[in-house]
T-cell receptor, first 114, second 111 residues
Framework: ETGVTQTPRHLVMGMTNKKSLKCEQH?????MYWYKQSAKKPLELMFV???????ENNSVPSRFSPECPNSSHLFLHLHTLQPEDSALYLC?????????????FGPGTRLTVL | GQNIDQPTEMTATEGAIVQINCTYQ??????LFWYQQHAGEAPTFLSY????GLEEKGRFSSFLSRSKGYSYLLLKELQMKDSASYLC????????????FGRGTSLIVHP
């Protein structure tokens, strides 16, 4: 149990579908992150929320839409994705930004876009 | 932005010592992290260095030289379970202190 949960763990969707990824943490952390992990590439930061306010949006296509309704939950809404969006989507949380104790990652959602 | 470089893959023998290097080029340096990621699992935090020197934590140690833009992770008494990807990440003040990750080093430990 990492303290950060993600659902679903696996998702297969067509390019015209709309789906959402969910992340939940009960660690009392104030910052939450979405990262994309593709084979042979570094972890790519997508979105960061601190105290429910978006801090960073790393030039992510608009077909990805984040939502942070409270400090414990983070969503990533997906629509009209492309096959190249197939990847592992990792959620993470930390007490605050700039913390020396690092981030806690969830197990990820393995997304396949057909 | 940051330029973070790590070897792609390393192999080592059970019981041996291995050093995984990470070099970076950045401004506003605010710390360097190492994470371990087993295949199919989430990354887990190993260490954080913000001052020069060696930080020891059991079988794992991490070293930082800010003037050289260089860090290494030292794994001693290697075990088969240490086979994993090791991710170096750098935090900067210009990047809202959010770590930027390198590509990771895949370590294979063989008997």
């Amino acid at each position: 149990e990492t303290g950060v949960t993600q659902t679903p763990r696996h998702l297969v969707m067509g390019m015209t579908n709309k789906k959402s990824l969910k992340c939940e943490q009960h660690l009392g952390h104030n910052a939450m992150y979405w990262y994309k992990q593709s084979a042979k590439k570094p972890l790519e930061l997508m979105f960061v929320y601190s105290l429910e306010e978006r801090v960073e949006n790393n030039s992510v296509p608009s077909r990805f839409s984040p939502e942070c309704p409270n400090s414990s939950h983070l969503f990533l809404h997906l629509h009209t994705l492309q096959p190249e969006d197939s990847a592992l989507y990792l959620c993470a949380s930390s007490q605050d930004l700039a913390r020396e104790d690092g981030m806690v990652f969830g197990p990820g959602t393995r997304l396949t876009v057909l | 932005g940051q330029n973070i470089d790590q070897p792609t893959e390393m192999t080592a023998t059970e019981g041996a010592i291995v050093q995984i290097n990470c070099t970076y080029q950045t401004s506003g340096f605010n710390g360097l992290f190492w994470y371990q990621q087993h295949a199919g699992e989430a990354p887990t935090f190993l260490s954080y260095n913000v001052l020069d020197g060696l930080e020891e934590k059991g079988r794992f140690s991490s070293f930082l030289s800010r003037s050289k833009g260089y860090s290494y992770l030292l794994l001693k008494e290697l075990q088969m379970k240490d086979s994993a990807s090791y991710l170096c990440a750098v935090s900067t003040s210009g990047g809202s202190y959010i770590p930027t990750f390198g590509r990771g080093t895949s370590l294979i430990v063989h008997p």
